[in-house]
């Protein structure tokens, strides 16, 4: 099967699921005056989140990889405004924030593009470390200078550097049929997207020991075990989408699912630490761009890197 059939089936079946998820909610919805509760209302708004997200997805797939990695680059642009929105800075700081935002991005984007690999992985961790505090020097400020650098470079990692890791899946094999990386790509956020809503789903069912009530009071270990074992149950059965066999798959969606979860614990003790709930109300039912790509944070770097080494042809 080519890669365009095994893409087509995939949508298919997540369309079909989002019409599943859809019927049940406006179901739920009509049991009482009240739209069925909260729960219920905050379903149906993340199922029709989740469709708009799907067909930007499935648009951007259709048009070729520069329009996925033209989305991505504005997800990183939108999570790292959210990022530095939450996190206090000062006038010091304009300089190394306009070079993180219109110099940075398009350039780790465009290191994708140009399948330049060895610049893309170190691009950002090493020159662009280096040059943000040089560059908020000129700003005169010298007020929190440590703290307020690593902000920045935090948000730089996490909004720009790790999320470009996404995209960057559909360079790992140029030489493989169009299509392969895309695919690729679709099976991480696939298995990432199963696991949140998976997590939720057995949390609110079967949830009572809290996984960690100071960070994140919604989590529960029942949730993580439930939630992160029918992900990787999904993710195995996908196996036919990915260059892995089935135990391999196995093995890489509880990697993803894992990373996954310490990426949603390391930024919700982030918004902890500001006071702030959710990252911002960018997508209806699902708060800020950085809320829904928190778990993608940690889990696409360590994906690609897996895929890359492990399975290099």
């Not at 300089?95 to 290191?111: H, N, T």
């Not at 505090?133 to 730089?156: E, H, N, Y």
């Not at 196995?250 to 996954?260: E, H, K, N, R």
Request: net charge positive.
């Amino acid at each position: 099967m080519s890669p365009q059939a095994k893409m087509l089936w995939v949508f298919g079946g997540i369309v079909g699921v989002l019409l599943v998820a859809s019927v049940v909610g406006w179901l739920l919805s009509r049991r009482g005056p009240d739209g069925g509760g909260a729960t219920v209302q905050n379903l149906n708004a993340r199922v029709r989140a989740w469709w708009g997200m799907v067909a930007v997805l499935g648009a951007c797939f259709a048009i070729g990889p520069v329009a996925t990695l033209v989305v991505f680059a504005f997800i990183s642009f939108f999570a790292l405004r959210e990022f530095i929105t939450l996190t206090p800075t000062r006038a010091g700081d304009h300089l190394p924030l306009v070079a993180a935002f219109y110099l940075l991005i398009p350039i780790q984007y465009w290191l994708i593009h140009d399948q330049w690999y060895g610049l893309f992985a170190i691009f950002i961790p090493v020159y662009a470390f280096l040059a943000l505090p040089v560059l908020a020097v000129f700003g005169g400020d010298t007020t929190d200078f440590l703290a307020r650098s690593t902000k920045i470079q935090w948000g730089v990692m996490i909004a720009i550097y790790c999320i470009s890791h996404a995209p960057a899946l559909m360079i790992l094999q140029p030489d493989a049929p169009a299509g392969t990386g895309q695919l690729l790509l679709l099976y991480l956020m696939l298995v990432v997207q199963i696991s949140d809503v998976m997590q939720y789903v057995f949390g609110k069912l079967f949830g009572r020991r809290k996984l960690a009530p100071q960070v994140s009071p919604s989590k529960t270990v029942e949730g993580l075990l439930g939630g992160g074992l029918a992900a990787v149950g999904i993710g195995t059965a996908l196996w036919w989408m990915t260059p892995f066999t089935p135990l391999q798959s196995a093995g890489m969606s509880a990697v993803i699912v894992l990373a996954g979860v310490c990426g949603g614990l390391a930024l919700s003790a982030v918004k902890r630490s500001l006071g702030a709930k959710d990252w911002g109300r960018m997508i209806e039912g699902h708060g800020g761009m950085m809320d829904r790509m928190d778990s993608v944070v940690f889990a696409a770097p360590v994906f690609f890197h897996l895929t890359r080494y492990w399975f290099p042809a």
